[in-house]
């Protein structure tokens, strides 16, 4: 049996924190350790106390670094990975103008291949070690992912693009190959190991109502696939999907009249919507992901956790690259700092790594396996150092508590403070 003692400040949350003041939601050890066995956690506490449990294991020390659960991205585009930083007007001249260009060079199986470990050293570089992942629409391009994740022994949820109407040949699709497509990557792919399926529709823009029902077929025969989805972005999006679909109350009811909605429904997004669609948003457990880089480098509109939230909804957030412009999960939180104060609210940073942690795994109902430091729970981890940069040590010379610390990580951190990443219990990074 390996076994590994990871030694440092360790963090993990029991729940979301109810406000600043709410230290009972997470646990906090200053001189901790994780036990790890088989890729797994196999026991967490303070050190002395851990390092009796196996005296023989030997100890990586991490200190004064902290150690926390890998973070995770419910919302990013493999393709897309050369697609950063493309000025655009706005979201349907950036998919025409470059994002569907990129995408039709997956038609490839050798460029995939070739883009898969790219995309995966991205994350993990960053401290991300799950991420829920739009493929393009080419069988190849998920193929080309699963396998490059399987070899890493990374958790990944991915799922070919589903689009058969409104862009170019190069990337469309047809309602039947989609599902045909779709149907043999779940039969190779989903369950096996720590991959799991996303049955992907890009959006209704791009789905006939015929391709959605296949969608929604898939999710009825595999109820166990995630889905994932955008939706309500911009103005000229809702506008676009009322005239094509002029039958619908609303743009939610596209996807609910498919039998897409659940709890393992992503729907990225969610800027504009009605009343009707968030109440049935919250009835039927879909989950609201937040992408606010993108939200901002496309000028889409801001993001209302607290309405959201105060409705019922759970929600994500996530790096959406590439209208999203870091791979960065801190840069993520730290930009969604702002987009929120934009509505009168602050992001605390207890609130801020529990979302990007466990509320995260929340979202994707993952919390019996990754998320937390938890013991049986799979040993994916990301060590982060405050004093990273001089600016940062500049700082952390004035800061006396953890929130503040972790403020400045949140803020100032990005890729300068990640120091190590885990996958199942292996360090990568």
């Not at 990007?356 to 998320?371: K, P, S």
Request: include cysteine; hydrophobic fraction near 40%; charged fraction near 25%.
């Amino acid at each position: 049996m390996a076994e590994r003692l990871l030694r440092g400040r360790l963090l993990s949350f029991r729940r979301k924190p109810a406000g600043p003041e709410d230290t009972g939601a997470f646990d906090y050890t200053e001189d901790g350790a994780l036990l790890l066995q088989d890729g797994r956690i196999a026991a967490r506490g303070d050190f002395a106390e851990v390092q009796a449990k196996a005296p023989e294991a030997p100890v990586t020390d991490h200190r004064p670094h902290l150690i926390l659960p890998g973070f995770i991205d419910p919302h990013i585009h493999f393709p897309q990975l050369q697609v950063v930083a493309s000025w655009g007007a706005e979201l349907l001249d950036w998919l025409e103008n470059y994002t569907f260009p990129a995408e039709a060079a997956y038609a490839d199986p050798a460029h995939a291949r070739a883009m898969a470990d790219p995309f995966l050293d991205r994350l993990l570089e960053h401290g991300t070690t799950t991420a829920a992942v739009y493929c393009s629409s080419h069988a190849c391009s998920a193929e080309a992912l699963f396998s490059a994740a399987e070899r890493r022994r990374m958790r990944l949820i991915a799922g070919k693009v589903m689009m058969d109407r409104n862009c170019p040949e190069g990337v469309r699709d047809t309602a039947q190959a989609s599902y045909d497509d779709s149907e043999a990557l779940i039969g190779r792919w989903h369950g096996r190991g720590r991959l799991g399926y996303a049955i992907s529709p890009r959006f209704s823009v791009t789905s006939t109502a015929a391709q959605l029902a296949a969608a929604g077929a898939l999710a009825s025969e595999h109820p166990d696939c995630h889905r994932q989805t955008h939706i309500s972005e911009n103005h000229a999006e809702i506008a676009a999907v009322k005239r094509l679909f002029p039958d619908a109350r609303d743009y939610l009811d596209t996807y609910e009249r498919a039998g897409l909605l659940g709890p393992e429904m992503l729907l990225g997004h969610c800027l504009h919507l009605e009343t009707r669609e968030i109440a049935r948003i919250a009835e039927t457990g879909s989950r609201a992901v937040f992408c606010p880089t993108s939200n901002l480098f496309l000028g889409s509109g801001l993001f209302d956790r607290a309405g959201l939230e105060r409705a019922g909804v759970v929600t994500a957030v996530a790096t959406d690259i590439g209208g999203g412009t870091s791979w960065s999960m801190l840069d993520t939180l730290a930009e969604g700092y702002k987009a929120l104060a934009l509505r009168g609210e602050r992001l605390h940073p207890f609130e801020a790594f529990h979302w990007a942690t466990r509320g995260n795994a929340e979202a994707l109902g993952l919390t019996d396996r990754i998320g937390t430091l938890d013991e049986g729970t799979e040993a994916d981890l990301v060590v982060l150092d405050p004093f990273a940069t001089p600016a940062m040590r500049l700082r952390m010379d004035r800061a006396e508590t953890l929130a503040e610390e972790l403020f400045v990580l949140q803020i100032m951190g990005g890729r300068d403070a990640v120091a190590a990443t885990y996958v199942d219990g292996t360090v990568v990074t």
